[in-house]
């Protein structure tokens, strides 16, 4: 099959995988009509098929249209599908393509509040770190431009890490809601991650507070959205806290727990704001993630990773 007879494949199976008249099953065939040609063809020759990105572009509009009226397998496996291609273009094509892409993503997750495409647009945020499209430097970097319109271009390690809890605080935003709180997590831990593997290749991981990268969002995050503890507490905090115990001991501490220690609670003074109570019900609220996770033991002593407070 040469070039124009796979394109005019393909158009038409993406045509009918747009078809908002098809049942699941017809839209999950079209995907893995796509899919397979996809997956049998050399990187090559897609890139001569895909030389026109609108093709492409269609393509992913699939994913960020259809995902949730269709069979998860068939668009995750699209999903993983149409990355590997872009991956594999030409420098300045893929370039083109990543930046259109993440112009889209961020539009719907800053700017929209459509569940069913915030879902699939952090998705897409996800899948293009995990399978290293782009790295987070990168991605912090055109949110930062996406929000500000480039106005701020200063590229330092101070800068870095702000861009980057800027990133998290936004996507932290979106575990309030319970159909976009577990891809929300899976993204967020990624950044995490991948921040935390910066730290060991350079200075680029120093927050310029001194706090583990994702403390300062996670607490604005809750005091802007205070209804949604609940959200953070079963989605988020289990597996964020468990990536490094010391940032976990952190952010304790930022919340006040040795302030918390201290005091003689028959004496606690009822002049407090509702912002205070509500900062002692988050840390309450993580001290109880961190004893049924492991991280924090009670004994004579309350240990925290390998610090230990009196009672």
């Known amino acids: 099959m040469n070039n124009r007879e796979l394109r005019s494949v393909l158009k038409s ?42 093709l492409l572009l269609q393509a992913f509009d699939v994913f960020f249209d259809h995902s949730e009226i269709a069979k998860g397998k068939s668009m995750r496996q699209l999903l993983v599908a149409l990355i590997n291609v872009t991956k594999h273009q030409e420098a300045i094509l893929k370039q083109r393509l990543v930046k259109t892409l993440l112009l889209y993503t961020f539009s719907i997750i800053c700017r ?26 990168q991605l912090a970097g055109e949110y930062s431009d996406f929000e500000t319109k480039g106005q701020n271009s200063e590229v330092n390690s101070a800068r870095l890490a702000e861009q980057v809890q800027e990133l998290l605080q936004r996507l932290f935003s979106w575990v309030g809601n319970r159909d976009t709180a577990r891809v929300a997590r899976h993204t967020i831990l990624i950044c995490v991650r991948e921040w935390k593997a910066l730290q060991f290749t350079d200075d680029k991981g120093q927050v310029p507070e001194g ?25 988020v905090f289990a597996e964020l806290f468990a990536i490094n115990a010391a940032d976990y001991l952190a952010f304790l501490e930022h919340l006040g727990f040795q302030e918390i220690l201290r005091q003689d609670h028959g004496n606690i003074s009822n002049l407090r704001s509702e912002e205070e109570e509500f900062i002692e019900i988050t840390l309450y609220s993580s001290l109880q993630v961190g004893k049924e996770t492991g991280l924090v033991v009670e004994t004579g002593e309350f240990s925290v990773s390998s610090v230990s407070y009196r009672l």
């Open 13 to 54: 199976f993406i045509k009918t995988a747009h078809r908002i008249d098809v049942t699941r099953s017809h839209r999950a065939a079209a995907t893995n009509a796509i899919c397979s040609i996809l997956e049998v063809q050399n990187f090559k020759h897609l890139q001569d098929v895909f030389q026109e990105e609108y």
């Open 112 to 137: 929209q509040s459509n569940q069913v495409k915030g879902k699939a647009a952090l998705q897409v945020l996800s899948t293009f770190l995990s399978q290293g499209l782009i790295g987070l430097e």
């Open 211 to 235: 706090l583990p990268i994702w403390v300062r969002p996670l607490v604005r995050s809750i005091l802007e959205h205070p209804e949604a503890l609940q959200e953070f507490k079963n989605q």
